[in-house]
């Protein structure tokens, strides 16, 4: 039987009488006491009993007895203590012998040591019986105590890795949950927590295993979270998007009108757009209106952001880029439809489509900023220059449907203001601005067309009269749109009044302006990139609507044998030549760029050629009609009574001249009637001429006097209409003063009427000599040039022939005159 150092051995003597005032049982359990001691403190009890020699045995003996029961060498140590005592016994008789009293003494004491020491070994018995029963008690007590110490350990260990286990699972769980609650950051957190760390922990489990495999699982689902999150994210951004790009249609309207009061105060900045440098510098009120994030509407990007980092921490940035691209090619082609339609009516379905596109845009500009990793400035530019094309291509089949030319005015302004928005935000315009001008052409192309309908149907309706005015609201009206300088003030004019021009001018000059303002209005919407475009294209399609419409048409109405019409087109045509002069300097004046040359129209050109067609035509009316007149004169050459009156045909033909001077030409320019009347009547000199020079064989001395009568009544009455159509001028009609710029020589009004005449000189210097008592004089040189100055020799010749000479033989006379004296 072994026993543990700390056990304690107890031994107890038995009671003993007293021995020297000392108690057996004291010295005994002194013994003991020592006795213990020294068993405690040797190693080797044996050793140590064969050692002692003295008296202090029994301070060393109780250690050795403890550890000799304890080393199971209780007989042997009894042995041994016999032997001492034995040996005692022997030193106890000597002493006894050399001193018998103390030895009998000592006897006595011996023998009730023997005695004690006999009670003591049957205590040492009996407590080796008590140490043998109490220690297996003791050692099945501690083999049950090493045992449940080890099942305690074994329960502790497996205590502590059901915990990890159980930690392990909860992490899993929880990950799971977090999964489901839209926590990927934190959950992916946990999940590189739990792989790297306390699945390690329990890594000799095979669940550990199974959870370690699904780790790449739970990633993979955490992405396809994430990325369906963010396909739900971009539907959500898809259907705000409209709203978006109102409220971004809004701001920049509010920053056009503030920039359009300051252009209004300052016109100098008539040449700087909006978005421009100048305007950006000058926006001092900017709005604070986020598209994004306002009272409207409230785009969270957080979701956007996240995906950004979770893909990140996964290392799949690249597909999620790619997912987030293909992505908004899908949320652009649900935004762009296959077809749009749109009529003058309802432009809703263009309106909203480009508030979608520009919704679309922002969003994308927004995250380009912030998120490059993900979306860089190349590939969304190549998006929005694709988004710009497939809108052109959009609206290009629904322009030739459109019959309103406002409609393609409000298509304008919603491109203006996409265009602007765009800019703003810093995309690349230029596509858009191309196409502006592609529609501005067309929108110039349509407002060419209506004015050509328009202009022919006033032509058509216009009474080719000057215009009676009745009210002075009215007349202001005309003068405040027409190109017309009234010779009076307007005080001063009384009504009813006639203008000079019929009512097509001022309807045509309302039309011009308005054509005019249109394009003006169209260009409002233009960057600084190409308003010289604008300009030149104002310029050319005006030019073409005043040479190809205007001048053309009333060039073709100069085929009409109606004077009057044709007297009135001269007339208007003087005018609209005016009107193109003073378009010219509007032109100029209201450039909405620096022009590195004055703008120049060849319309006035135009309308000065076709004044000189009408001035031919009237020129080719008027003589017709002479002749005419001529084709009906009856002269019997060879007559013998003279007249009183003149011919019919020729009252006739005067008083057709009168009228045509007092009505049809009197409101053309003196100049021109000047040009009329000289062209007429040299006309009518010419063919009177010829009348007599193709006159029979003879002409009687009667027939001269006659003819001289018809020519005298002519000439009175060329000599009296400068002064009675100068005085007619006067109360007819107020013409106005035309601009300096028609560059158009005058004569005076004395010189013109002093020419008439002149176109009877060569008929009357021929009568003259018909009726001179001496015709020979003719053969004087001198006499000649200041009489007959005019008349051609052949002539002369032939008209005295059939006047003197005989009808069978030339008379001495016309001998002498053919030889020339």
């Not at 749109?481 to 021009?501: M, R």
């Amino acid at each position: 039987m072994s026993l543990t150092t700390s056990a304690t051995l107890t031994i107890a003597p038995p009671s003993v009488a007293a021995v020297g005032g000392t108690t057996v049982t004291e010295r005994t359990q002194s013994m003991m006491q020592h006795l213990q001691q020294v068993l405690l403190l040797s190693s080797d009890p044996i050793s140590l009993l064969n050692s002692f020699e003295g008296d202090d045995y029994l301070e060393q003996l109780a250690p050795v007895v403890e550890e000799a029961v304890n080393a199971s060498h209780v007989d042997l140590l009894i042995d041994r203590l016999a032997s001492i005592t034995a040996l005692k016994e022997t030193e106890v008789q000597k002493l006894c012998n050399s001193n018998q009293h103390e030895y009998t003494k000592a006897v006595q004491q011996l023998a009730k040591v023997k005695q004690s020491s006999e009670q003591m070994r049957a205590s040492v018995l009996n407590i080796n019986q008590n140490l043998q029963q109490s220690g297996r008690a003791l050692v099945a007590r501690n083999k049950m105590l090493l045992d449940s110490q080890g099942a305690r350990k074994n329960i502790d260990e497996a205590t502590a890795a059901i915990r990890q286990c159980l930690k392990v699972i909860n992490m899993t769980n929880k990950i799971h949950e977090m999964i489901e609650q839209k926590k990927y950051f934190g959950a992916l957190k946990s999940l590189d927590d739990l792989e790297q760390n306390h699945i390690q922990e329990v890594s000799q489990f095979e669940f550990a295993q199974m959870i370690r495999k699904s780790v790449p699982v739970m990633r993979a689902t955490i992405k396809d979270d994430v990325i369906a999150d963010l396909q739900v994210w971009l539907a959500s951004v898809r259907k705000v998007a409209p709203q978006i790009g109102q409220i971004a249609f809004g701001v920049t309207e509010s920053r056009r009108r503030r920039w359009k009061k300051k252009v209004d105060h300052n016109p100098q900045l008539r040449f700087y757009k909006l978005n421009s440098t100048v305007e950006l510098a000058m926006e001092d009120d900017r709005d604070d209106v986020d598209p994004l994030n306002n009272d409207t509407i409230n785009v969270d990007l957080t979701p956007f952001y996240e995906s950004m980092h979770i893909c990140s921490a996964l290392g799949v940035l690249d597909e999620f880029r790619d997912n987030y691209a293909v992505g908004r090619i899908k949320e652009q082609d649900t935004i762009l439809p296959p077809s749009l339609e749109f009529t003058d009516d309802d432009i809703a379905p263009l309106e909203s489509l480009l508030h979608g596109a520009c919704g679309f845009a922002i969003v994308e500009r927004v995250t380009v900023r912030k998120a490059y990793r993900v979306r860089t400035p190349a590939s969304v530019n190549e998006l929005w220059e694709s988004m710009c094309q497939r809108i052109a291509h959009l609206i290009d089949p629904v322009l030739p449907t459109l019959r309103n030319p406002e409609t393609l005015l409000r298509v304008r302004t919603l491109l203006g203001l996409f265009i602007q928005t765009m800019e703003s935000y810093e995309f690349s315009v230029a596509r858009l601005h191309s196409y502006m001008l592609s529609l501005f052409e067309n929108y110039s192309a349509f407002l060419k067309q209506r004015f050509a309908e328009e202009f022919q149907q006033t032509v058509m309706e216009d009474d080719y009269m000057p215009m009676k005015i009745n009210q002075r609201d009215l007349w202001e009206k005309i003068i405040g749109i027409s190109w017309y300088k009234p010779g009076k003030e307007a005080s001063k004019v009384k009504f009813p009044c006639l203008l000079p021009f019929s009512q097509v001018y001022p309807l045509s000059c309302a039309e011009i302006r308005n054509f005019v303002n249109q394009h003006y209005q169209f260009s409002d919407e233009f960057s600084e990139q190409n308003p010289g475009q604008i300009e030149a294209t104002l310029r050319a399609n005006l030019d073409q609507l005043l040479v190809k419409v205007v001048c053309r048409t009333l060039g073709d109405r100069l085929r009409s044998s109606n004077r009057e019409e044709i007297v009135q087109i001269y007339i208007n045509l003087e005018y609209f030549q005016t009107a193109a002069v003073e378009l010219e300097k509007m032109l100029n004046e209201t450039a909405t760029v620096h022009l590195d040359e004055p703008i120049t129209l060849h319309a006035s050109v135009a309308f000065s050629d076709a004044r000189k067609l009408a001035e031919t035509r009237i020129f080719e009316l008027v003589n017709s009609k002479i002749d005419d007149f001529l084709e009906i004169a009856d002269y019997d050459w060879d007559t013998s009574t003279e007249r009183t009156a003149p011919s019919s045909y020729l009252s006739d033909m005067v008083n057709f001249l009168e009228t045509l001077v007092d009505s049809t030409l009197v409101n053309l320019p003196r100049s021109i009637t000047s040009f009329i009347y000289f062209d007429a009547f040299d006309h009518l000199a010419t063919k009177l001429l010829d009348l007599l020079l193709n006159a029979g064989r003879r002409i009687s001395k009667a027939a001269v006097l006659n003819f001289n009568r018809d020519i005298c009544y002519l000439e009175n009455f060329v000599g009296n209409i400068g002064s009675s159509s100068s005085k007619r001028r006067d109360v007819s009609l107020n013409r106005g003063t035309l601009d300096d710029s028609n560059n158009i020589k005058h004569r005076s009004e004395e010189e013109a009427d002093n020419s008439l005449l002149t176109t009877f000189t060569e008929l009357r210097q021929t009568i003259d000599l018909l009726m001179s008592p001496n015709v020979e004089e003719y053969n004087n040189t001198e006499i000649r040039m200041r009489k007959y100055g005019r008349v051609k020799p052949q002539n002369a010749a032939a008209l005295v022939e059939k006047i003197f000479a005989p009808p069978a033989t030339p008379s001495r006379t016309m001998k002498r005159f053919r030889r020339g004296g």
